[in-house]
């Protein structure tokens, strides 16, 4: 595996463990913890998460994209950032929730505003004065990402 691997997984063990640690459920899968091992060779390490396998469908892919941006929302209120483009990998689903995972790359972060942004037709920002989402870059891409990939505008 790898020194490098190894202290990616040990990181992102940390934030399950603490930052995320109360959206278990919520907004990420249980983690049941960081086990590591080894040879003379490499050091190997494991993180051991809860099995979100489901048959369960999402009325439509609107639903998934809305729960997954939602959940995104969520993680920077709690003051984690990504780090990633946030795409349809970082996510999985037990039975009708939407959990974010993969948090290797994220770092603490205070968000100026948790809140989704919403695009005209042509893909530029609403202005609100309310919700300036100018503050955080990665929510309003996460948007962008999330709905562009279902090919979905927002209205």
């Known amino acids: 595996m790898g020194v490098e691997a190894t202290a990616s997984l040990r990181r992102e063990a940390s934030f399950y463990s603490k930052e995320l640690a109360p959206l278990v459920g919520i907004a990420v899968p249980q983690f049941y913890g960081l086990f590591t091992g080894g040879t003379m060779a490499a ?17 439509c892919a609107d639903e998934f994209a809305r729960q997954a941006m939602l959940t995104v929302c969520k993680v920077h209120a709690s003051g984690i950032m990504h780090n990633t483009s946030l795409d349809f990998r970082h996510f999985v689903m037990k039975e009708k929730r939407v959990f974010l995972v993969d948090f290797s790359c994220a770092t603490v972060h205070v968000c100026g505003n948790a809140h989704p942004v919403l695009y005209q037709d042509n893909r530029s920002p609403i202005v609100d004065d309310e919700h300036d989402s100018s503050e955080c870059q990665e929510l309003m891409n996460a948007e962008q990402n999330i709905f562009s990939q279902i090919g979905e505008r927002l209205l």
């Open 43 to 59: 050091p190997i390490a494991c993180l051991l998460m809860e099995l979100c396998a489901s048959t369960a469908t999402l009325r």
